[in-house]
């Protein structure tokens, strides 16, 4: 099974077009691998024949599946652990300090996929901070893809996806099994909305953010397009807000609208209160 250099550029194409990302030179196999699957379930005996397909017509809803398809991100619930750490010892207890009198709290996960990152915020804020008991929480978790959207509010998941990072005792506790899948409880499932969004395309208008998660996003975006994606997250950012990229992910050089804080072994950004012209290098 392979994939022609002509096929394969398409496709880049495809994706760089309908959601900005950049599908690198190398990753035919992520490719043959996402799109296998999609040509079989439309009786195609390879991904090639696929192609010829997308090629033939205008955007259809095929076209949509393959975007779909090779945009998903990874992801499992509580991601790398020391940004949870972080969140709960230090950012959540500022915000909840601050925002006392209002007694609102607003925080976004863009590009969620299937929803473990929401839905490990909620089960922090659940565990940890009682005081929020009463409190508006505004918990959101957008994605570019509707089949991701769909498992995400769904909150059912598989025995590898839970295995990977959620602890034992909030497994038991937030989940019961189900068949072969784990189903997570009301409780927390309807702490979390969903809706699709599209970090390139057109943005509803989102009410202030006290934090928000773009983590592991920016990698796939060229230079132009991580600047403005920056640029209007951080104008739906409160003042005070807290914004968290991927571990290999930085605002340096790109955005000097945002500041760095580091807190513990994660680093996290906040808008500058006068940001310049361009990237000084101090993020």
Not at 73 to 86: A, G, I, M, Q, V
Not at 89 to 115: D, F, K, M, Y
Not at 147 to 160: D, K, P, T
Request: aromatic letters at 8%; one cysteine or more.
């Amino acid at each position: 099974m392979s994939l022609t250099a002509s096929d394969f550029d398409y496709l880049r194409e495809l994706v760089r077009r309908e959601a900005a990302i950049v599908l690198e030179p190398g990753k035919e196999y992520l490719a043959l691998t996402r799109l296998d699957p999609i040509a079989r379930g439309e009786g195609l005996a390879s991904v090639s024949d696929l192609v010829a397909r997308l090629r033939a017509g205008n955007r259809t809803a095929l076209h949509e599946e393959v975007v779909d398809a090779l945009t998903t991100n990874e992801t499992s619930f509580f991601r790398d652990l020391h940004p949870f750490e972080s969140l709960r010892t230090h950012v959540l207890p500022e915000l909840v300090e601050r925002n006392a009198q209002r007694r609102t709290l607003s925080i976004w996960c863009a590009a969620c996929s299937s929803g473990q990152e929401p839905y490990s915020v909620a089960m922090l804020i659940r565990e940890h901070f009682p005081e929020l008991e009463g409190w508006r929480i505004d918990l959101l978790g957008t994605d570019i893809s509707p089949s991701m959207l769909e498992r995400a509010r769904a909150g059912r998941y598989g025995q590898l996806e839970v295995n990977r990072g959620l602890p034992a005792q909030l497994l038991l506790k937030y989940f019961r099994r189900v068949g072969a899948h784990w189903e997570l409880d009301d409780s927390i499932r309807q702490m979390v909305r969903f809706q699709r969004h599209n970090l390139v395309g057109a943005w509803p208008p989102f009410p202030p953010f006290d934090v928000v998660f773009l983590r592991n996003v920016l990698i796939y975006f060229g230079l132009e397009t991580k600047r403005q994606v920056l640029a209007r997250v951080r104008s739906v950012m409160r003042p005070d807000g807290y914004l968290l990229l991927g571990g290999s992910e930085t605002t340096l050089n790109i955005d000097d609208g945002f500041e760095r804080v580091p807190i513990g072994r994660t680093t996290w950004y906040r808008p500058r209160t006068q940001p310049g012209r361009g990237g000084d290098g101090c993020s």
